[in-house]
């Protein structure tokens, strides 16, 4: 017997009969709402889920990137700006050493020539009865270390009329030696008192001063205090004399007698004579001053301060630290760069100071014209 099988018209019939309504939506209309409605909300959540989790990191790190090319940027404009300051300062401390601006170095110099020019020159024959009457003559010079303070503001013209080269010599020293131990004193208490500076814990506003000053005027990067112990040092005399004797010719130069110039510095600001053999081009000047005295000032400024004689300054230092009498035929071997003609200059400077014995007045002492001064001899 075949088997009957209920419909599902029959089995609704059947309930509706007894009161019940049986409804049943299509599976397309079940889809297309609630199913359909929780469905969309969880893909845009999901969404939304993995936008988010996603995004997050994209956006710190573009927050982090950004703020740090920020700070970059603010932190390179800062740099920039200070090491523009410093490059600066360095390229300005850089020409006091290399090119020996003369408004720094020379200030003090400066203002010697700025004095008035109420200076009187006297004849060489005048001067050679001076110094018989004072006593001072070099033969006693040698014997004593003793030199008077006999200091002349001008050269005589007729120095260069003395026919005796030996006599012409012999005054042209007795003139010089006097300025180059008052300056080399100067600096020996400008040492001395640095030296009291550095032992002391603590400095005086007036002592901070003095080396902001010295500093100025040795042209020192950074307040160096080894620098400026390096450079505040003395030249020897019987250096600074063979010098001026090559410089001048004994004396009788142009430069010498018109600008009391006894060591031939170049000048490109300040005021100066025309060498007559420069070029039309050239913009140089021999460095012109009112007295002596600012003539040799400026020669222990440059030897002092120019990069041309760094390695003079470092050998002088090492002989002081050794505890060594400065050597004057050592040091000049370092003096190449002052003329053009490098060793040869070195070997016309040693031959002038064997030849006139000067290093007989490399420990002569100047007789103190003050209380202060005493302390040196």
Do not use: C
């Given at each position: 017997?075949?088997?009957?099988?209920?419909t599902?018209?029959?089995?609704?019939k059947?309930?509706?009969?007894?009161?019940?309504?049986?409804?049943?939506?299509?599976?397309?209309?079940?889809?297309k709402?609630?199913?359909?409605?929780v469905?969309?909300?969880?893909?845009?959540?999901?969404?939304?889920?993995?936008?988010?989790?996603?995004?997050?990191?994209?956006?710190?790190?573009?927050?982090?990137?950004?703020?740090?090319?920020?700070?970059?940027?603010?932190?390179?404009s800062?740099?920039?700006?200070?090491?523009?300051?410093?490059?600066?300062?360095?390229?300005?401390?850089?020409?006091?050493?290399?090119?020996?601006?003369?408004?720094?170095?020379?200030?003090?110099?400066?203002?010697?020539?700025?004095?008035?020019?109420?200076?009187?020159?006297?004849s060489?024959?005048?001067?050679?009865?001076?110094?018989?009457?004072?006593?001072y003559?070099?033969?006693d010079?040698?014997?004593?270390?003793?030199?008077?303070?006999?200091?002349?503001?001008?050269?005589?013209?007729?120095?260069?009329?003395?026919?005796?080269?030996?006599?012409?010599?012999?005054?042209?020293?007795?003139?010089?030696?006097?300025?180059?131990?008052?300056?080399?004193?100067?600096?020996?208490?400008?040492?001395?008192?640095?030296?009291?500076i550095?032992?002391?814990?603590?400095?005086?506003?007036?002592?901070?001063?003095?080396?902001?000053?010295?500093?100025?005027?040795?042209?020192?990067?950074?307040?160096?205090?080894?620098?400026l112990?390096?450079?505040?040092?003395?030249?020897?005399?019987?250096?600074?004399?063979?010098?001026?004797?090559?410089?001048?010719?004994?004396?009788?130069?142009?430069?010498?007698?018109?600008?009391?110039?006894?060591?031939?510095q170049?000048?490109?600001?300040g005021?100066?004579?025309?060498?007559?053999?420069?070029?039309?081009?050239?913009?140089?000047?021999?460095?012109?001053?009112?007295?002596?005295?600012?003539?040799?000032?400026?020669?222990?400024?440059?030897?002092?301060?120019?990069?041309?004689?760094?390695?003079?300054?470092?050998?002088?230092?090492q002989?002081?630290?050794?505890?060594?009498?400065l050597?004057?035929?050592?040091?000049?071997?370092?003096?190449?760069?002052y003329?053009?003609?490098?060793?040869?200059?070195?070997?016309?400077?040693?031959?002038?100071?064997?030849q006139?014995?000067?290093?007989?007045f490399?420990?002569?002492?100047?007789?103190?014209?003050?209380?202060?001064?005493?302390?040196?001899?």
């Amino acid at each position: 017997m075949k088997k009957k099988y209920i419909t599902f018209t029959e089995i609704k019939k059947y309930l509706k009969e007894k009161g019940l309504v049986l409804s049943i939506k299509k599976r397309s209309d079940y889809l297309k709402n609630d199913n359909l409605n929780v469905l969309l909300r969880t893909f845009i959540s999901g969404i939304l889920i993995i936008s988010v989790f996603y995004g997050l990191p994209v956006f710190v790190d573009f927050k982090d990137k950004r703020m740090l090319n920020y700070k970059e940027v603010k932190n390179e404009s800062k740099n920039i700006f200070e090491n523009t300051l410093e490059n600066k300062k360095l390229r300005k401390l850089s020409q006091l050493d290399d090119d020996s601006i003369e408004k720094y170095i020379f200030e003090d110099v400066f203002e010697i020539n700025e004095l008035p020019n109420d200076y009187v020159r006297l004849s060489a024959a005048t001067l050679e009865q001076l110094f018989k009457d004072t006593n001072y003559n070099l033969k006693d010079v040698r014997k004593t270390k003793l030199v008077k303070p006999i200091s002349l503001s001008l050269l005589p013209h007729e120095i260069k009329k003395i026919e005796n080269i030996k006599a012409r010599k012999k005054l042209f020293i007795q003139i010089i030696l006097p300025l180059v131990l008052k300056e080399n004193n100067n600096i020996k208490l400008d040492r001395k008192k640095l030296f009291s500076i550095i032992n002391k814990s603590k400095n005086t506003t007036r002592e901070k001063k003095w080396l902001k000053r010295k500093f100025k005027q040795y042209g020192v990067q950074k307040n160096d205090l080894s620098t400026l112990k390096v450079r505040m040092d003395e030249i020897p005399v019987s250096i600074a004399i063979a010098q001026a004797a090559k410089e001048t010719g004994w004396g009788v130069s142009r430069f010498a007698q018109e600008g009391n110039a006894l060591f031939g510095q170049w000048t490109w600001s300040g005021e100066g004579i025309k060498p007559a053999a420069a070029e039309a081009d050239s913009s140089h000047k021999v460095m012109r001053f009112k007295v002596l005295q600012a003539s040799v000032k400026a020669y222990h400024r440059n030897i002092n301060t120019h990069s041309s004689y760094r390695e003079f300054r470092s050998v002088r230092a090492q002989s002081r630290d050794e505890g060594k009498v400065l050597d004057s035929l050592i040091l000049s071997e370092y003096l190449d760069k002052y003329a053009e003609t490098g060793k040869e200059y070195v070997k016309i400077l040693q031959q002038i100071i064997k030849q006139n014995q000067l290093t007989d007045f490399d420990d002569a002492k100047l007789l103190p014209t003050s209380i202060e001064l005493e302390s040196l001899i």
